[in-house]
């Protein structure tokens, strides 16, 4: 498990203290893709690179499995390090060294055996789907293939955490997918804990199972994807969600409305579209749809429909409890 | 002007001043690699931010680098003497012009591969850091080998540096080219051997940065 513990960090300069990150504390499981989001400057590659100490944090510790890097000396910090693989937005590959030599330069500061260094980088090759580029230049790859030789490189001396900065940033939409699709595969096959920071919610979206906002050096909201999607609590986390999944209504539209317009949200198994047509069917209203979608969030229905109910009061009201009742969440947009 | 049958009789003497030439050169540059580049190496490492952070260290080695380029060489040249005589046991010929050859170009060379290596992305000695690389792995495998072109090409330079320096030892017993174009051309008023001498040093730079030009281009991999 990773824990962060009251970190703060302070840049220093002439003029003036600029904090970075300000007591942040924060419990990473084994096994999660933990996505942290936030504007740039929110602090959030400062804490990414408080993990393996690329930055030390002004207070606070850093915890592994119990044990605080921060109090570990240069040799076990470096030892430490071995078992945190990073990866970055470019890459920062060595230039002047083929694949295969940037993949045995990590297994050599891991001490590997001359023998066996070759054999695991086949194998790093293999997994990352570049088994015919191993003595190719770096300049010679397209940004997703060097993307996946960082990838080799950080998973070579078997970590347990994967620290990704910004990592398909630089790249297009098509090899963004691919490289998420690549990090999540490693998850579930090596159970490696995966951190990564970005500004895209789409990555968060695909592959995180729990998140973190981060805002001006502060989590301000922290939890399972699933939920901070279907709720979002702060204006700053509704923004970044709705920069995915947006539910403005004109409001010419909403102007035209003559009933009440409502928001539902169905989480997971309710069968979102059934229990409309019972409503319907069962109370004395008319409804009209307005907007709606069904987002799979790690495989799991979130369905948000909002519409206009129009009928009697009561009616309305009665049919509004009986979604509520039936697992809905609902929450009125306009009232009549 | 130039007297070409009187060129041709001189031959002898400008091969022979030629090869004193290299001679010196030649040592100089391989003590200015040998002595440079870990100096260079370590003004870059002891740097802020680097994982040898040392101010004291980068300090004391900065000064001692500025100090012996601010000497005009000249004047390093004749300082230097009571050090050359005990080191090679003479203050005249090639031999002993290399030891102050040396000590200048020692920290010129130092100064180029500090800045070859400040060109160096961050972000990759970064990234071999936060694989957990020693310090030496990174130097040995990162610093160097990413930094190997521009170093090439500091070498040349450092040639072409010494090429001028070497003509200054002549002036005062140190042999060579120079030695040649300062004793006939300039105190002779001999325009054969002044042009000559002038000649073949244009012709020996020009080579020197073509060749070292091509070697960084073929080392360099990006």
Redesign the interface.
């Known amino acids: 498990m990773l824990e962060f513990r009251n970190i703060t960090k302070i840049y220093e300069s002439k003029k003036k203290q600029v904090v970075g990150v300000d007591d942040v504390s924060l419990k990473i499981n084994k096994g999660d893709i933990f996505g942290i989001v936030g504007y740039s400057g929110a602090g959030k590659s400062s804490l990414l690179r408080c993990v393996?100490l690329?930055e030390r944090p002004s207070s606070g510790k850093v915890l592994i499995d119990g044990v605080d890097l921060t109090q570990l000396s240069s040799g076990s910090l470096?030892?430490?390090?071995?078992k945190?693989g990073?990866i970055?937005q470019?890459f920062?590959?060595?230039?002047?060294?083929t694949v295969g030599e940037n993949i045995a330069?990590?297994l050599?500061?891991?001490k590997t055996p001359k023998n066996k260094i070759n054999e695991r980088v086949k194998e790093l090759l293999e997994m990352v789907g570049l088994t015919d580029k191993k003595d190719v230049?770096?300049?010679q790859l397209s940004g997703g293939q060097k993307q996946r030789v960082?990838i080799a490189?950080?998973l070579?001396?078997n970590p347990s955490i994967l620290?990704c900065d910004e990592a398909t940033s630089a790249l297009d939409p098509k090899t963004t997918l691919s490289i998420l699709k690549l990090l999540k595969q490693i998850n579930e096959k090596l159970g490696i804990t995966i951190v990564l920071i970005t500004h895209e919610m789409n990555v968060v979206k695909e592959i995180c199972n729990r998140m973190a906002i981060m805002q001006d050096g502060k989590v301000i909201e922290e939890g399972a994807v699933y939920d901070i999607f279907a709720q979002p609590i702060k204006p700053l986390t509704q923004e970044f969600i709705n920069s995915v999944v947006s539910f403005e209504i004109p409001s010419e539209i909403l102007k035209d409305v003559k009933g009440q317009v409502i928001k539902l949200l169905f989480k997971g198994e309710v069968a979102g579209e059934g229990l409309i047509s019972d409503t319907i069917q069962q109370f004395d209203v008319k409804g009209n749809f307005l907007h709606g979608t069904i987002e799979y969030i790690q495989e799991r229905p979130l369905g948000i429909f909002i519409m206009e109910l129009q009928g009697e009061k009561n009616a309305v009201n009665e049919a509004k409890k009986y979604m509520e009742q039936r697992g809905a969440l609902v929450e009125v947009v306009k009232h009549v | 002007m130039f007297d070409f049958p009187y060129f041709i009789t001189m031959l002898p003497d400008i091969w022979e001043a030629f090869k004193e030439t290299v001679v010196m050169i030649g040592i100089a540059l391989s003590i200015s690699i040998i002595i440079g580049l870990p100096f260079g190496v370590l003004l870059f490492v002891t740097d802020k931010g680097l994982f040898w952070e040392n101010r004291f260290v980068k300090n004391i080695f900065g000064f001692a680098v500025n100090l012996v380029r601010s000497i005009p060489f000249i004047i390093l040249l004749v300082a230097l003497f009571p050090l050359t005589k005990i080191l090679v046991g003479t203050t005249i010929g090639p031999i002993a012009a290399s030891v102050s050859l040396s000590v200048a170009a020692i920290p010129y060379f130092a100064r180029l591969v500090e800045s070859s290596l400040r060109d160096i992305d961050k972000g990759v000695i970064e990234a071999t850091i936060a694989v957990g690389a020693t310090p030496w792995m990174i130097i040995k495998d990162v610093l160097l080998p990413e930094a190997k072109s521009t170093i090439i090409r500091g070498i040349t330079l450092t040639v072409i540096s010494l090429v001028a320096y070497s003509a200054m030892a002549g002036t005062i017993g140190g042999g060579g080219i120079g030695d040649l174009a300062i004793r006939f051309g300039y105190y002779r008023y001999d325009n054969t051997i002044m042009i000559s001498t002038v000649v073949i040093l244009i012709i020996f730079v020009q080579l020197i940065q073509l060749i070292g030009e091509q070697f960084a281009k073929s080392l360099d991999k990006r």
């Open positions: 393996n690329l470096r030892t430490a390090r071995l945190i990073m970055f470019h920062y590959l060595i230039s002047q060294k330069f990590a050599r500061a891991a230049f770096p300049a960082g490189r950080a070579a001396n620290l």
